[in-house]
């Protein structure tokens, strides 16, 4: 059975750039969540899609954003970028919910110059 | 509100034993501990909910203290593997779909040595 997979691994952008990126989840999983981990600050929360619905959001502002499709694929796009976006983006599915065992895959490192 | 784990690292050495603790200044649900190896996505190790049995993973068990507000992970006669970094994430009421967020902690970084 496949991992969850991210695209792209690594990313290098300027400030004021946008930025998206990509997790494909295990197959059958419906739930598929974000989490932006930075040094010392731990896993910090995005958003929950589920069934092409958001269903939970942390505590981001606007420019963060994302959407899921119809095969459970989510993408996450980040506008306006800042110098504090950089850090490492994991996605990671379940089959029902966050609160079922959550399946990480292995993050995209955005680095913002 | 994001929970607090302690102590903030921890170092031993193989066969000895860990304590790490996850604790919340709100009435707690349900915990979920994860453990992130240098390197790798975290991964999970279980989930303990209020009123529910103490859960064990080979040598690491983890238990749920309501009064205090606490959940305990319990590492006996650490491994060479259990290197990483330990987070907890944690709920203060049942799952009802929408505002059911999971809530993590900064993590504890556990280092056992030979």
């Known amino acids: 059975k496949a991992g969850v997979t991210q695209t792209p691994r690594y990313l290098i952008k300027t400030r004021g750039q946008q930025v998206t990126l990509s997790c494909s989840p295990i197959s059958g999983h419906r739930s598929v969540s974000w989490y932006q981990q930075t040094p010392g600050q731990g896993l910090q929360f995005l958003f929950e899609?589920?069934?092409?619905?958001?269903?939970n959001k942390g505590n981001f502002p606007g420019r963060f954003s994302g959407r899921q499709f119809s095969n459970s694929r989510s993408e996450m796009n980040v506008s306006t970028l800042e110098l504090g976006d950089s850090a490492l983006y994991l996605c990671?599915?379940?089959?029902?919910?966050?609160?079922?065992?959550?399946?990480f895959g292995p993050g995209t490192r955005l680095t913002v110059l | 509100q994001q929970p607090v784990q302690s102590p903030q690292a921890v170092i031993l050495r193989e066969g000895e034993d860990a304590v790490i603790n996850c604790s919340s200044s709100?009435?707690?649900?349900?915990v979920h501990w994860y453990r992130q190896k240098h390197g790798e996505a975290p991964v999970f190790l279980m989930i303990l909910l209020k009123g529910g049995e103490q859960k064990g993973h080979e040598k690491i068990s983890a238990s749920f203290n309501e009064k205090k507000q606490q959940s305990s992970l319990y590492l006996t006669a650490s491994q060479l593997s259990y290197s990483g970094t330990y987070f907890c994430g944690t709920a203060g009421r049942p799952f009802t779909g929408a505002n059911s967020k999971l809530t993590f902690g900064k993590g504890i970084t556990l280092s056992v040595r030979p």
């Open positions: 709100k009435a707690l649900y349900s």
């Open positions: 990671a599915s379940s089959l029902r919910t966050s609160w079922n065992e959550q399946f």
């Open positions: 899609y589920f069934s092409e619905t958001q269903r």
